[in-house]
């Protein structure tokens, strides 16, 4: 039965939307290129041993990560069930909810998100914004389509479901004690390792 979400987003993801994007969300050139990725952030860490992801759907960046740090403790958040199921049977702790309802309830070394922002109706974004501070211990992840304003874009046929924004301004702009260490661009065209152009923008909690 589907839960009782607040918003149209979330229905989206947790229904048939989200079920069919399985499917289109495995294949091994993608795991090549989120190894690629995930080597040039995570070489700018220190002492990362436990991750939390939101809206990890089948594990794909936490395969990435544990190929690079094959002892990290991985958690997640994922409001489709059948993606959910799937993290289970990968040795993740899962809380199939919505990132908007999920209390957190032990704190990672890196929080983050990949691809997943973008999908939240933008009037909630305040509060992932303070989840994803608060379930970090040190480091916060932000890989997601970059604007420098707001915008809204087509996806696929669907209205009122991406968005495209400077996500990791606003979230420096609301936690002074944030510092950036670094950022990057994956090029669609890239030779070797592409993804759908997007932006990664690593930063620190400074205690
Ligand atoms: C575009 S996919 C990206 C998946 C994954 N992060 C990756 O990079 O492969 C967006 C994911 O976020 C999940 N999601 C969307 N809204 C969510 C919410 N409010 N709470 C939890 N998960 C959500 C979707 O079900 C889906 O698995």
């Not at 049977?89 to 973008?118: P, W």
């Not at 030779?191 to 759908?196: H, P, R, V």
Request: one cysteine or more; glycine letters at 4%; hydrophobic letters at 40%.
């Amino acid at each position: 039965m589907m839960k009782n979400f607040k918003t149209e987003q979330e229905f989206f993801w947790a229904g048939e939307f989200g079920d069919d994007y399985i499917s289109r969300n495995s294949n091994k050139k993608l795991i090549a290129a989120n190894v690629n990725l995930f080597s040039k952030i995570l070489e700018k860490t220190r002492n990362v041993k436990s991750i939390i992801e939101f809206g990890a759907n089948i594990g794909n960046n936490i395969d990435a990560i544990r190929s690079l740090f094959p002892d990290c403790d991985c958690s997640a958040v994922e409001i489709n069930k059948k993606a959910a199921d799937i993290l289970r049977g990968k040795n993740v702790k899962v809380y199939n909810a919505s990132i908007l309802d999920f209390t957190i309830e032990q704190k990672s070394d890196l929080s983050f998100t990949k691809g997943v922002l973008i999908h939240i109706n933008p009037d909630e974004l305040q509060t992932v914004y303070q989840k994803l501070y608060y379930a970090s211990k040190k480091y916060i992840l932000i890989v997601e389509y970059y604007n420098p304003v707001p915008v809204e874009i087509n996806y696929r046929g669907h209205e009122g479901k991406l968005f495209k924004r400077d996500f990791a301004g606003e979230l420096l702009d609301k936690y002074p004690d944030l510092s950036l260490i670094e950022y990057g661009f994956v090029y669609h065209r890239d030779n070797n390792f592409a993804q759908d152009d997007l932006t990664w923008f690593l930063l620190e909690k400074n205690k």
